[in-house]
């Protein structure tokens, strides 16, 4: 069974920080892209951060690049998403995803976190 499990999303303050954590289990991790996205109320779900399975490539939204870090760890099946100096635009649901970078059809999401940034 696939289980993609995010954690670490909660209520911070602007230029707070957060890490979020997504567990994977059921499928080939080190096969898969990892990627996080995001949807906040009344938009439709964007891609935040990309890591590549086999290069190791990372790709970031314009309005992350220097504030998110993904990383992956494949020995535990992990991915993170680590966000500084948040902003309140960063508030949304977060989503972790796996693609198979042999077939882009099959792609697997989590249940998401929420992120909130308030002062």
């Known amino acids: 069974q696939v289980q993609l499990v995010e954690s670490g999303g909660g209520v911070v303050q602007p230029g707070g920080s957060l890490r979020l954590s997504c567990a994977t289990s059921g499928f080939t991790f080190s096969t898969y892209t990892m990627s996080w996205y995001r949807q906040a109320p009344g938009k439709e779900r964007e891609l935040v951060a990309l890591k590549s399975s086999a290069s190791g490539n990372t790709n970031y939204a314009e309005s992350v690049k220097g504030r998110f870090t993904i990383s992956r760890d494949d020995t535990q099946r992990t991915v993170y998403l680590q966000m500084n100096s948040l902003k309140p635009e960063d508030t949304a649901v977060y989503f972790c995803?796996?693609?198979?970078?042999?077939?882009?059809?099959?792609?697997?999401w989590g249940q998401g976190t929420q992120v909130t940034v308030s002062s």
């Open positions: 995803n796996g693609r198979n970078r042999f077939n882009s059809q099959i792609s697997y």
